[in-house]
Each structure stands twice: as C-alpha cells, then as structure tokens.
C-alpha cells in the first residue's frame, strides 16, 4: 500500500519526539491512538518504521528514509502554498494586451509601461492591430476596444467616455459648404477610416435633442482612405474632407479653431473605451491589477486630450 499524504505531518512530528507519550502531547492526542496510528502504517507498508522502547524510541532505517521524504514533500507543499498566497496578492507572470494602433499608441502604451514599472514580477505584450481579434479570441489576456461590446461571454469594464465628432477645417467648409443635416453629407468629401471590421463608408447619425435615438445611415464617400486616425485627422486640418474622429484626438483643433464641428446637434453611437476580458480571467491577478490601473489612470485625467 501506498503512504497517505495526511500521514505525513504525522510521522513528521513523531520522529521528532522522544518517545510515544511526548508525541501525543504535542500532537493533543492519547498516546494509545498514536501507538494505533503508528501501527496501521507499518501494517500497510509492511515495514518497521520505529523501535520502541519502554522510555525511548529510534527509527528503522526504513524509517529515516520516510522522514528524510516525508519533509522534503512538506516543505515543497508549504513553498507552494507561499508561493500562491503571494500569486493571490501580487501580478506575476505574462500579461498579453491588444489595442487599436492610433489609441494604443498614444494612450495605451504610456499606462502599460507605467505598470510594469510598478508591477516589475509582470511581463507585458502589447500588440497594436489595425483589425483587432475577435472578444473571444484566446490570443491576448485584455483587449481596450471602442464601444461596448455585443458578445455575452466577455467581461467589459468602462474605463472612459468618448464620443466622436464630425469635423472639417475652416477652409474646406468655406470652400465646399457647411452640411446642415446628416444627407448632406453623402455629397461631401469624407475622409474614411478603417479600423477593425466596423462597417466601412457608413456613418450613423440621431438627432441629439431627441431622447429616442432613431439613427439615420449615410453612405459617405471620398478620395481619401486610411486605417491611422492621425493621418485622418492630418488630412482634415489641410482641408481634404469631412472626418469623423474621437473627441480627445481633435478637441485642441476645435478649440484653437483650426476644425470646425459639423453637425453639432447630432450624435453618433457610443464609442466608450472598454477594457474586455474573458470570464475565466476574471480571477486572474494579473488581469484584474492591470484592468484597476488602467481605468484609475484613466479617471485620474479630467480629460484625454
């Protein structure tokens, strides 16, 4: 028969006792049930494990084997559980990140050495796609997307508001007209953006003095394509086009009046930053430290400019 992992402490303690009766005393047990303890293990091993005497005990050769295991065994099992206990409470191990390349450049990868830099036991991959992974994508551990996000199985934590603006410089607008209503744009220039697999050349519009949102579709065309915001936004400050942008990457050219919002009374759909995560990370320490600090350092920013 095989040795019992409960019977480890046991012998453990016995061996480093003088006799029977003192380890009872240290074990809080009668000295007859140590004695029957002792005596079911040799019956199943079929070994001898101590001599007794009437004061004094030693043990078998068989016995120092046992015990020279028997605290390896259990200090490996207490290193271990150390080593998880630190797990629960400090980030260890490899994080994997993926953002959007224009965001995560600018705002995702400042933050992300920031917490190595606190965490230094975590290592951080972080990739930037132009067609960011599906939610349930086994290949990265977080994902920062853009509006919430519609599968079910995936955790989706808001770490900060956006919106996006239209917008255009004062020379196109002076030159081709200022739109008026969402239709006009179908006849305007329009700088495309495509970023992941949100419907291309499609731009959704509501009225925002409405509470019910009854979004209206134009199809928007234009010269100029690109897959970088910050070459859009570039191009609608040399007055090429219309383009539609996040309001942190265009709020200090509207303040300084180099664009011009078009279409102020109108909103387009949601486009919040999420941190998302599948549900089986959600205990995961790592993931949970990097999704805490992320949205703090976000919150602590009176606005993402």
């Not at 004062?170 to 030159?175: D, E």
């Not at 234009?222 to 007055?239: H, K, M, R």
């Not at 919002?261 to 387009?268: A, D, K, Q, R, S």
Request: some cysteine; overall charge positive; glycine content about 6%.
């Amino acid at each position: 028969m095989r040795i019992q992992a409960s019977e480890l402490p046991f012998f453990v303690a016995l061996a480093a006792s003088a006799s029977l009766s003192a380890a009872a005393r240290d074990l809080g047990i009668t000295t007859a049930a140590v004695s029957r303890r002792l005596s079911q293990m040799e019956a199943r091993l079929g070994l001898a494990l101590v001599t007794r005497s009437s004061r004094r005990m030693s043990l078998t050769p068989e016995g120092s084997v046992l015990l020279e295991h028997a605290r390896r065994i259990l200090d490996d099992i207490e290193l271990l559980d150390a080593t998880l206990s630190h797990a629960r409470t400090a980030p260890q191990g490899l994080l994997r990140i993926n953002a959007t390349l224009g965001f995560g450049r600018i705002h995702v990868a400042p933050i992300v050495a920031a917490f190595v830099a606190q965490h230094p036991e975590v290592d951080v991959q972080l990739q930037l796609s132009a067609h960011p992974p599906s939610f349930t994508s086994d290949e990265f551990d977080v994902c920062i997307r853009f509006g919430m996000p519609p599968e079910a199985r995936v955790i989706a934590r808001r770490l900060a508001l956006n919106r996006r603006l239209l917008c255009a410089s004062p020379r196109y607008l002076a030159q081709f007209g200022t739109p008026l209503q969402p239709q006009d744009l179908a006849r305007h220039r329009c700088i495309g953006i495509r970023q992941g697999h949100d419907a291309y050349g499609t731009w959704r519009l509501a009225n925002a003095r409405t509470s019910r949102r009854n979004w209206t579709a134009v199809k928007v065309r234009g010269a100029l394509t690109t897959n970088d915001g910050e070459i859009a936004v570039s191009w609608a400050l040399a007055g090429h086009g219309v383009v539609l942008r996040a309001e942190w990457d265009v709020r200090r050219y509207l303040r300084s009046g180099r664009l011009i919002e078009v279409l102020p009374g109108y909103v387009t759909p949601d486009a919040n930053v999420y941190a998302v995560y599948a549900q089986r990370h959600q205990k995961t320490v790592r993931v949970r430290a990097f999704v805490d600090f992320i949205a703090a350092a976000f919150a602590e920013l009176p606005a993402i400019a």
